[in-house]
C-alpha cells in the first residue's frame, strides 16, 4: 500500500510517502528549488519520495492533500459575500487543487489516465492533528492544532487513541492565535514570511510591561475558544492577503494588523528602524499573552480529555518557550512535537490520516527521528568535493574512518572552529538536528557573535541552540522531558550557565536538542568525544545554510563552506580545513572552484 502526501499550493509545500504503514520519506520542496517557504505544487520533493520508496507515481495507490474545500461552508460563503477579492483569491487556489491530477500528469509527463490512486481531501487542521498522533509514541493522547488558518479554522483539539483521532471542537475564522503572533509580528517590524520565531526571541530582552492591552487584543473564552478584537485586525475585513500558489517565490502576507492597534500600543517600527527598548517590552508582552491564552486552552484540554499525554501540531506549535512552560505549569506529563509541526507536516499527516482514517489500517510507525529527507553516498560526496574544490584552493582534504572522523572533528571543536557538518539524510522540518548542522564550542561566550559575523550575518537577539547528549540533560537543564527536534525551551541550571554561555539567551533559557545514542548515532558519538575532551557534552548546534535554505546536497554544503569564513567541514568521511590564510579577516570571499562542462 503507496501512499502519498502532498502540501501544495501553500507555503511551506512538501510531500512525504508511507508504504505499508510506514514513512519511508518526507521533504519540503525549498531544499531542492532553493527558495525560502517555497509554495505551488512540489513536484520535486514528490519525485525525491517516490524515488525513495523505488515507486512511481502511476503505482501510488491513494494520494492525500491537506485541502477540503467542503469544510465550514457556510462561514465561507459569508465571507465570500462580504470580501469578493478574497473569495476569488481561495477559489483560484481550490480550482489548482480540483486540478492537481492533470498538473501532476503534466510534471511527469504521463497520460492522467495512468495516475489510478485515489485523491482524498483532508481537511488542514485534521491532517495537522494526524500529522502530531498518529507518528507520536503514544496509545491515548490529546492533540491540539493551532496555527493562522486553514480551511477557515485556526484550530482544532480532539483525542487520540488507537489509529482513531476524535476532533471535540474547532476555532474558526477570523479569530486566530496564529494570526494574532502574525499581525504583532508585522507590527514589530518584521515583515518576511515565517519571521515569528524572531519575535519569540526578542521577548527575552524585554519585560511584559504592556500585558494589560495585550489582553485587550485576544481573549480566551469559556470551551478552549478564544477571541480577537477585531478592532485591531484587517483580515476579517479585507482577508488576509496571501501569495503563495508558485514554487519559485517566497511567500508575501499583506498587512493583518489595523490604524487602531497603532493608537492602542503607538506607533508601529519601520523594518529599517533600530530595536529599542519599547519594542522588545511589546515582544515580551506580546508571547506572555501567547502563552496566557495558550496555557488556559491546554490546562483545560487536559480536564475534558484527562489524559497525561499531549501531542502538537500546528505554526504555534513551534513556540518552543510555550511549549516548555507546558510541562511546567499544565498536567501533561509527555508532550510530544514533530519535526516538521507547521504546515511542512500537512503531508505527513494526509497520509497517515489516509492510512488510519480512511483504511482503518492499525498504527505501526513512531518518527523517532527526523532524517527523512535526501542522503548521498560515498561516492557522490567524493564526486562534489572534485568539482568545487580545485587544488591550491587552500583547502586541506583528508578521507577518515569514523573513529578517527570524529575525533578530528571534536578536537577542531574544542579548538574553538566553527565546523559544518553534512552527514547521513536531511532532517524533515526547519531544524537543523545534526545532519545538516554548523557546530561550535559553547564554552565561548563570544561564539554567538563570532557565529553571526562570520556566517549566519542575522540579528543579534536571536539565540542559537545547544545539542547536548540526552542522559546528560538533568545535570544542565532543570527539565530532562526529551528535546529530540528542538522544540523545547527549558531553563539552563544556574551553576552551569557559565559553562555554556554560546547557547544560554538572556533569560538563562535555551532550545536545546536532546541527542539519542539509538536514533542518531553518529552525532551522539560527535558530542560524546567533545565532551571527554572538554567536560562539556554540548555543542552550539545551527543550521547549515547562509540566509538560504538549509543544504541539502553536497554541492550546497560546499558552495556554503568556501564562501563563509567556515573553518571546517566535515562530509561523509571527509574533512575539509582552510588554511588560516584562506579564513583572514582581509581575505577575498571564496567563489566554488567548479570544473563542469
Same mark, same amino acid.
Given at each position: 500500500?503507496?501512499?502519498?502526501?502532498?502540501?501544495?499550493?501553500?507555503?511551506?509545500?512538501?510531500?512525504?510517502?508511507?508504504?505499508?504503514?510506514?514513512?519511508?520519506?518526507?521533504?519540503?520542496?525549498?531544499?531542492?528549488?532553493?527558495?525560502?517557504?517555497?509554495?505551488?505544487?512540489?513536484?520535486?520533493?514528490?519525485?525525491?519520495?517516490?524515488?525513495?520508496?523505488?515507486?512511481?507515481?502511476?503505482?501510488?495507490?491513494?494520494?492525500?492533500?491537506?485541502?477540503?474545500?467542503?469544510?465550514?461552508?457556510?462561514?465561507?460563503?459569508?465571507?465570500?459575500?462580504?470580501?469578493?477579492?478574497?473569495?476569488?483569491?481561495?477559489?483560484?487556489?481550490?480550482?489548482?487543487?480540483?486540478?492537481?491530477?492533470?498538473?501532476?500528469?503534466?510534471?511527469?509527463?504521463?497520460?492522467?489516465?495512468?495516475?489510478?490512486?485515489?485523491?482524498?481531501?483532508?481537511?488542514?487542521?485534521?491532517?495537522?492533528?494526524?500529522?502530531?498522533?498518529?507518528?507520536?509514541?503514544?496509545?491515548?493522547?490529546?492533540?491540539?492544532?493551532?496555527?493562522?488558518?486553514?480551511?477557515?479554522?485556526?484550530?482544532?483539539?480532539?483525542?487520540?487513541?488507537?489509529?482513531?483521532?476524535?476532533?471535540?471542537?474547532?476555532?474558526?475564522?477570523?479569530?486566530?492565535?496564529?494570526?494574532?503572533?502574525?499581525?504583532?509580528?508585522?507590527?514589530?517590524? $518584521?515583515?518576511?514570511?515565517?519571521?515569528?520565531?524572531?519575535?519569540?526571541?526578542?521577548?527575552?530582552?524585554?519585560?511584559?510591561?504592556?500585558?494589560?492591552?495585550?489582553?485587550?487584543?485576544?481573549?480566551?473564552?469559556?470551551?478552549?475558544?478564544?477571541?480577537?478584537?477585531?478592532?485591531?485586525?484587517?483580515?476579517?475585513?479585507?482577508?488576509?492577503?496571501?501569495?503563495?500558489?508558485?514554487?519559485?517565490?517566497?511567500?508575501?502576507?499583506?498587512?493583518?494588523?489595523?490604524?487602531?492597534?497603532?493608537?492602542?500600543?503607538?506607533?508601529?517600527?519601520?523594518?529599517?528602524?533600530?530595536?529599542?527598548?519599547?519594542?522588545?517590552?511589546?515582544?515580551?508582552?506580546?508571547?506572555?499573552?501567547?502563552?496566557?491564552?495558550?496555557?488556559?486552552?491546554?490546562?483545560?484540554?487536559?480536564?475534558?480529555?484527562?489524559?497525561?499525554?499531549?501531542?502538537?501540531?500546528?505554526?504555534?506549535?513551534?513556540?518552543?518557550?510555550?511549549?516548555?512552560?507546558?510541562?511546567?505549569?499544565?498536567?501533561?506529563?509527555?508532550?510530544?512535537?514533530?519535526?516538521?509541526?507547521?504546515?511542512?507536516?500537512?503531508?505527513?499527516?494526509?497520509?497517515?490520516?489516509?492510512?488510519?482514517?480512511?483504511?482503518?489500517?492499525?498504527?505501526? $510507525?513512531?518518527?523517532?527521528?527526523?532524517?527523512?529527507?535526501?542522503?548521498?553516498?560515498?561516492?557522490?560526496?567524493?564526486?562534489?568535493?572534485?568539482?568545487?574544490?580545485?587544488?591550491?584552493?587552500?583547502?586541506?582534504?583528508?578521507?577518515?574512518?569514523?573513529?578517527?572522523?570524529?575525533?578530528?572533528?571534536?578536537?577542531?571543536?574544542?579548538?574553538?572552529?566553527?565546523?559544518?557538518?553534512?552527514?547521513?539524510?536531511?532532517?524533515?522540518?526547519?531544524?537543523?538536528?545534526?545532519?545538516?548542522?554548523?557546530?561550535?564550542?559553547?564554552?565561548?561566550?563570544?561564539?554567538?557573535?563570532?557565529?553571526?559575523?562570520?556566517?549566519?550575518?542575522?540579528?543579534?537577539?536571536?539565540? $542559537?541552540?545547544?545539542?547536548?547528549?540526552?542522559?546528560?540533560?538533568?545535570?544542565?537543564?532543570?527539565?530532562?522531558?526529551?528535546?529530540?527536534?528542538?522544540?523545547?525551551?527549558? #531553563?539552563?541550571?544556574?551553576?552551569?550557565?557559565? #559553562?555554556?554561555?554560546?547557547?544560554?539567551?538572556?533569560?538563562?533559557?535555551?532550545?536545546?536538542?536532546?541527542?539519542?545514542?539509538?536514533?542518531?548515532?553518529?552525532?551522539?558519538?560527535?558530542?560524546?568525544?567533545?565532551?571527554?575532551?572538554?567536560?562539556?557534552?554540548?555543542?552550539?548546534?545551527?543550521?547549515?545554510?547562509?540566509?538560504?535554505?538549509?543544504?541539502?546536497?553536497?554541492?550546497?554544503?560546499?558552495?556554503?563552506?568556501?564562501?563563509?569564513?567556515?573553518?571546517?567541514?566535515?562530509?561523509?568521511?571527509?574533512?575539509?580545513?582552510?588554511?588560516?590564510?584562506?579564513?583572514?579577516?582581509?581575505?577575498?570571499?571564496?567563489?566554488?572552484?567548479?570544473?563542469?562542462?
Amino acid at each position: 500500500m503507496i501512499i502519498l502526501g502532498i502540501n501544495a499550493y501553500h507555503a511551506n509545500a512538501s510531500a512525504a510517502i508511507v508504504v505499508d504503514g510506514q514513512l519511508i520519506a518526507a521533504a519540503e520542496e525549498e531544499r531542492f528549488n532553493r527558495v525560502k517557504y517555497a509554495a505551488g505544487l512540489p513536484v520535486q520533493a514528490i519525485r525525491y519520495c517516490l524515488a525513495e520508496a523505488g515507486a512511481t507515481l502511476a503505482q501510488v495507490d491513494h494520494i492525500a492533500t491537506p485541502r477540503n474545500p467542503w469544510a465550514r461552508m457556510g462561514t465561507k460563503l459569508r465571507y465570500a459575500l462580504r470580501m469578493p477579492r478574497f473569495a476569488i483569491e481561495r477559489a483560484r487556489v481550490m480550482a489548482r487543487f480540483s486540478g492537481i491530477k492533470e498538473e501532476l500528469a503534466t510534471a511527469f509527463e504521463m497520460d492522467p489516465v495512468a495516475i489510478r490512486g485515489a485523491f482524498h481531501r483532508i481537511e488542514h487542521h485534521v491532517a495537522h492533528l494526524a500529522s502530531a498522533y498518529f507518528v507520536s509514541p503514544f496509545d491515548r493522547a490529546a492533540v491540539l492544532s493551532v496555527d493562522g488558518l486553514g480551511d477557515f479554522a485556526s484550530a482544532m483539539w480532539a483525542d487520540g487513541a488507537g489509529s482513531a483521532i476524535s476532533p471535540h471542537g474547532a476555532t474558526s475564522f477570523p479569530h486566530s492565535l496564529g494570526m494574532y503572533y502574525t499581525a504583532l509580528t508585522q507590527y514589530l517590524g $518584521f515583515w518576511k514570511f515565517g519571521d515569528e520565531y524572531k519575535v519569540m526571541g526578542l521577548a527575552a530582552y524585554g519585560t511584559p510591561q504592556f500585558l494589560d492591552a495585550f489582553r485587550k487584543i485576544v481573549r480566551a473564552d469559556a470551551g478552549m475558544k478564544l477571541s480577537l478584537n477585531l478592532d485591531y485586525f484587517t483580515h476579517q475585513t479585507q482577508g488576509p492577503e496571501m501569495t503563495w500558489r508558485d514554487a519559485g517565490t517566497t511567500p508575501v502576507l499583506g498587512r493583518l494588523y489595523s490604524e487602531r492597534l497603532e493608537k492602542l500600543l503607538g506607533p508601529a517600527r519601520r523594518a529599517d528602524e533600530p530595536v529599542e527598548q519599547r519594542h522588545r517590552d511589546l515582544a515580551a508582552s506580546m508571547q506572555a499573552r501567547l502563552e496566557e491564552v495558550l496555557l488556559e486552552h491546554v490546562v483545560e484540554l487536559a480536564a475534558r480529555t484527562k489524559q497525561k499525554a499531549l501531542c502538537l501540531a500546528g505554526g504555534v506549535a513551534f513556540n518552543c518557550v510555550a511549549n516548555g512552560k507546558m510541562l511546567e505549569r499544565t498536567p501533561f506529563e509527555r508532550i510530544y512535537v514533530q519535526p516538521a509541526a507547521g504546515d511542512a507536516g500537512l503531508s505527513v499527516g494526509a497520509a497517515f490520516a489516509v492510512e488510519h482514517t480512511i483504511l482503518g489500517r492499525p498504527r505501526a $510507525f513512531v518518527m523517532e527521528h527526523a532524517g527523512w529527507g535526501p542522503g548521498f553516498s560515498p561516492t557522490q560526496i567524493k564526486h562534489a568535493i572534485d568539482e568545487r574544490v580545485a587544488s591550491g584552493d587552500g583547502v586541506e582534504i583528508q578521507e577518515l574512518n569514523e573513529d578517527a572522523l570524529v575525533d578530528a572533528a571534536a578536537h577542531e571543536l574544542a579548538d574553538g572552529k566553527i565546523l559544518g557538518w553534512f552527514q547521513g539524510r536531511a532532517e524533515w522540518g526547519p531544524r537543523a538536528l545534526g545532519n545538516r548542522s554548523i557546530l561550535a564550542d559553547p564554552r565561548r561566550a563570544e561564539m554567538k557573535d563570532v557565529l553571526n559575523q562570520r556566517i549566519k550575518h542575522r540579528e543579534m537577539f536571536r539565540p $542559537f541552540a545547544p545539542s547536548i547528549l540526552e542522559e546528560a540533560t538533568g545535570e544542565y537543564f532543570e527539565r530532562t522531558h526529551p528535546s529530540p527536534f528542538m522544540t523545547f525551551a527549558y #531553563s539552563v541550571r544556574p551553576e552551569k550557565r557559565a #559553562s555554556i554561555p554560546a547557547p544560554t539567551h538572556v533569560d538563562g533559557t535555551a532550545r536545546l536538542q536532546t541527542v539519542s545514542r539509538r536514533t542518531n548515532p553518529l552525532y551522539w558519538k560527535l558530542i560524546h568525544a567533545f565532551g571527554d575532551r572538554t567536560g562539556v557534552p554540548v555543542v552550539v548546534n545551527t543550521s547549515f545554510n547562509d540566509n538560504e535554505p538549509i543544504v541539502c546536497r553536497p554541492e550546497e554544503a560546499l558552495d556554503c563552506f568556501l564562501r563563509t569564513r567556515m573553518d571546517v567541514l566535515v562530509m561523509g568521511s571527509f574533512v575539509l580545513r582552510k588554511s588560516a590564510a584562506v579564513n583572514a579577516d582581509d581575505a577575498p570571499v571564496q567563489t566554488p572552484a567548479r570544473r563542469l562542462a
